[in-house]
């Protein structure tokens, strides 16, 4: 079993900037990707970056060139350094991180989520 768990959301201006972190506990050995999503109000969630065992990194277009994703493998962290952020910003986040399988379908574990709040 994996626990998520993340930190570093808050209230922030326009222009502003941020750093969520996640801790992963448990089988950690298993997991492949993480990543963060988030889920705005009145949205689906979405992905906003993910990050592979061997530090492959895919971001969304909307954040690309302002966030960035990193992970320390021994500390079972994954980090998002969150800059020039904007109103549209505004979600709840989400830790995630994927457990790939051979036969099965993959299992994907999520965290509780840790609001972060832009103002204009």
């Known amino acids: 079993q994996v626990q998520l768990v993340e930190s570093g959301g808050g209230l922030v201006q326009a222009g502003g900037s941020l750093r969520l972190s996640c801790a992963a506990s448990?089988?950690?050995?298993?997991?492949?990707?993480m990543g963060w999503y988030r889920q705005g109000p009145g949205k689906q969630r979405e992905l906003v970056a993910a990050?592979?065992?061997?530090?492959?990194?895919n971001y969304a277009d909307s954040v690309k060139g302002r966030f960035t994703i990193s992970r320390d493998n021994a500390k079972n962290t994954v980090d998002l350094q969150m800059n020039s952020l904007k109103p549209e910003d505004t979600a709840v986040y989400y830790c995630n991180a994927r457990e790939d399988r051979r036969w099965l379908a993959d299992i994907n574990y999520w965290g509780q989520g840790t609001q972060v709040t832009v103002s204009s």
């Open positions: 448990g089988s950690t050995f298993r997991l492949n990707a």
């Open positions: 990050i592979s065992s061997g530090g492959s990194t």
